[in-house]
């Protein structure tokens, strides 16, 4: 077996060493296998005996010289390939890790806070329309005592709304931040007021909310907005998305909607706040008068399922003036003339409001809401000057079932009495049942169906005959509400 060092180089570089290796062994094998073969007579052959012997040694002798050779060459083979394949991978990789020059950005410390700040603010929007069919077919087709569904047989936009939000993030060093609600539709001419309570309301008509925030470092944190906000009195909301039904209580009607001020969420641990607000009024951006209202109250969370709201409201809304139309040469802005009322009535308003969310089960919900608000015009009588009180009472009960991740069903019942008509005009008891229908296309795609009743002691709502009022009426109603952003749970 005569191979020369240039054909043991062609096989390495052609099968590898451990194949050539292993050849090599296979032929030393075999012809020491043949070496110790029997001879004619069966006698095995001693070796240094024959001359075959001989030959087998001196075959054995260059084969081991030839694996010397072999194991050299491997050595060197491997000393200038390692480096190469390193290089070649640390290229690789650098190709893979740089970016083209093109995609590279030289971001300024101005586009940075830029980025920061536009990474903790969202941006939504909202889109809430609907369809009702009054059974009563009223008059204009006006469904009484109704907050937002106002119109019936009719294609209606209800809201549209636009949101900004920049929560303060403490945790990442920020106290501050701010929010704004932008709306538009049918829900802002409920929810705006009028010039009864509302100065100039028209100025700020579709501002639903303006506030900025402050958290100040004292014991866990307390969180102080100034500006106008929605009312957290009662359980109702403003947006649709959020509520278990499409048509708003009367209570939702009854109680403020929003206010013009300050308020303090305190928290005393992590189940307890306390709340504190000093306001111009109850839906008052403009003060009717130069009272300050305020609230007292609290959030308790005794259990994760369960949480439970109660607040107290002072106030006085009566004005202490009314608008005038001559106010000499000296310019004011418009809606701003006004003659004094003297005496201005001094009459209090008393809300007294609690209620409480069960999550039973992760698919049943349970909420309970009970309210009573007094108001007198004078707060002692006098010859002229009444303090008999109106008032309403009552509350709500609502029941949500979780039937699939698109599907829940809904009913809310509850019953309001108005003594001296504080809220309906009249004196009565009314009621009403509502069933409502979930179907939750996508995320942030809803089609809420929604049946409801309402009934009083007393004829309350349009009928078809102009001046006819009837004790009941019947409505069915399609909600469809959009909405998209970055904001994530209720609004």
Same mark, same amino acid.
């Given at each position: 077996?005569?191979?020369?060092?240039?054909?043991?180089?062609?096989?390495?570089?052609?099968?590898?060493?451990?194949?050539?290796?292993?050849?090599?062994?296979?032929?030393?094998?075999?012809?020491?296998?043949?070496?110790?073969?029997?001879?004619?007579?069966?006698?095995?052959?001693?070796?240094?005996?024959?001359?075959?012997?001989? $030959?087998?040694q001196k075959r054995l002798q260059a084969l081991e010289e030839e694996v010397r050779d072999l194991k050299s060459l491997v050595k060197q083979l491997q000393?200038?390939?390692?480096?190469?394949?390193?290089?070649?991978?640390?290229?690789?990789?650098?190709?893979?890790?740089?970016?083209?020059?093109?995609?590279?950005?030289?971001?300024?410390?101005?586009?940075?806070?830029?980025?920061?700040?536009?990474?903790?603010?969202?941006?939504?929007?909202?889109?809430?329309? /609907?369809?009702? /069919?009054?059974?009563?077919?009223?008059?204009?087709?006006?469904?009484?005592?109704?907050?937002? $569904?106002?119109?019936?047989?009719?294609?209606? &936009?209800?809201?549209?709304?636009?949101?900004?939000?920049?929560?303060?993030?403490?945790?990442?060093?920020?106290?501050?931040?701010?929010?704004?609600?932008?709306?538009?539709?049918?829900?802002?001419?409920?929810?705006?007021?009028?010039?009864?309570?509302?100065?100039?309301?028209?100025?700020?008509?579709?501002?639903?909310?303006?506030?900025?925030? /402050?958290?100040?470092?004292?014991?866990?944190?307390?969180?102080?907005?100034?500006?106008?906000?929605?009312?957290?009195?009662?359980?109702?909301?403003?947006?649709?998305? $959020?509520?278990?039904?499409?048509?708003?209580?009367?209570?939702?009607?009854?109680?403020?909607?929003?206010?013009?001020? &300050?308020?303090? $969420?305190?928290?005393?641990?992590?189940?307890?706040?306390?709340? /504190? *607000?000093?306001?111009?009024?109850?839906?008052?951006?403009?003060?009717?008068?130069?009272?300050?209202?305020?609230?007292?109250?609290?959030?308790?969370?005794?259990?994760?399922?369960?949480?439970?709201?109660?607040?107290?409201?002072?106030?006085?809304?009566?004005?202490?003036?009314?608008?005038?139309?001559?106010?000499?040469?000296?310019?004011?802005?418009?809606?701003?003339?006004?003659?004094?009322?003297?005496?201005?009535?001094?009459?209090?308003?008393?809300?007294?409001?609690?209620?409480?969310?069960?999550?039973?089960?992760?698919?049943?919900?349970?909420?309970?809401?009970?309210?009573?608000?007094?108001?007198?015009? *004078?707060?002692?009588?006098?010859?002229?000057?009444?303090?008999?009180?109106?008032?309403?009472?009552?509350?709500?009960?609502?029941?949500?079932?979780? &039937?699939?991740?698109?599907?829940?069903?809904?009913?809310?019942?509850?019953?309001?009495?108005?003594?001296?008509?504080?809220?309906?005009?009249?004196?009565?008891?009314?009621?009403?049942?509502?069933?409502?229908?979930?179907?939750?296309?996508?995320?942030?795609?809803?089609?809420?169906?929604?049946?409801?009743?309402?009934?009083?002691?007393?004829?309350?709502?349009?009928?078809?005959?102009?001046?006819?009022?009837?004790?009941?009426?019947?409505t069915a109603t399609l909600g469809v509400v959009w909405w998209w952003g970055r904001k994530e749970g209720a609004w």
């Amino acid at each position: 077996m005569n191979l020369s060092l240039r054909s043991l180089r062609e096989g390495i570089c052609a099968r590898g060493f451990k194949t050539v290796f292993l050849s090599v062994l296979t032929c030393a094998s075999v012809s020491l296998l043949n070496a110790q073969q029997p001879d004619a007579s069966g006698n095995r052959a001693h070796p240094g005996g024959t001359k075959a012997d001989q $030959d087998v040694q001196k075959r054995l002798q260059a084969l081991e010289e030839e694996v010397r050779d072999l194991k050299s060459l491997v050595k060197q083979l491997q000393a200038s390939e390692v480096p190469a394949a390193a290089q070649a991978t640390e290229t690789a990789a650098s190709h893979q890790s740089d970016p083209p020059k093109s995609q590279v950005m030289d971001l300024s410390s101005e586009d940075r806070s830029t980025l920061q700040f536009m990474r903790d603010t969202t941006i939504n929007f909202g889109i809430d329309t /609907y369809y009702a /069919y009054n059974f009563n077919q009223p008059v204009g087709r006006v469904n009484l005592l109704r907050a937002f $569904d106002v119109l019936s047989n009719e294609f209606s &936009l209800n809201q549209a709304s636009v949101v900004l939000d920049h929560p303060p993030d403490v945790m990442d060093g920020r106290r501050w931040g701010g929010r704004l609600d932008l709306q538009f539709g049918q829900a802002t001419d409920t929810l705006q007021g009028n010039p009864l309570n509302e100065p100039r309301p028209d100025i700020y008509r579709n501002i639903f909310q303006a506030y900025g925030s /402050y958290v100040l470092p004292l014991d866990h944190g307390i969180n102080v907005d100034f500006g106008k906000w929605s009312s957290s009195l009662g359980i109702e909301g403003n947006y649709t998305k $959020d509520q278990m039904n499409y048509s708003r209580s009367y209570w939702f009607d009854a109680l403020p909607f929003y206010h013009m001020g &300050l308020r303090a $969420d305190i928290p005393v641990s992590d189940r307890f706040s306390v709340n /504190y *607000w000093v306001v111009n009024g109850i839906n008052q951006v403009e003060a009717t008068n130069g009272f300050k209202d305020q609230l007292f109250g609290f959030i308790a969370k005794p259990k994760k399922s369960i949480s439970w709201t109660t607040n107290y409201y002072l106030g006085q809304e009566h004005p202490d003036r009314t608008p005038a139309t001559n106010c000499g040469p000296i310019p004011v802005q418009p809606g701003l003339c006004f003659t004094a009322i003297r005496p201005a009535p001094n009459g209090r308003t008393h809300i007294f409001d609690s209620y409480a969310t069960w999550q039973a089960t992760s698919k049943l919900t349970f909420a309970l809401e009970g309210d009573y608000v007094i108001e007198r015009l *004078w707060r002692n009588a006098a010859p002229g000057e009444s303090s008999a009180p109106s008032h309403v009472g009552g509350g709500a009960g609502y029941i949500q079932y979780q &039937l699939s991740p698109k599907f829940a069903l809904a009913t809310r019942a509850e019953y309001l009495s108005d003594r001296g008509g504080l809220f309906s005009g009249i004196t009565q008891a009314l009621k009403e049942n509502t069933v409502t229908f979930d179907y939750r296309v996508f995320q942030g795609f809803l089609m809420r169906y929604e049946w409801r009743r309402d009934y009083s002691n007393k004829p309350s709502f349009l009928t078809d005959v102009q001046g006819v009022l009837s004790n009941h009426q019947t409505t069915a109603t399609l909600g469809v509400v959009w909405w998209w952003g970055r904001k994530e749970g209720a609004w």
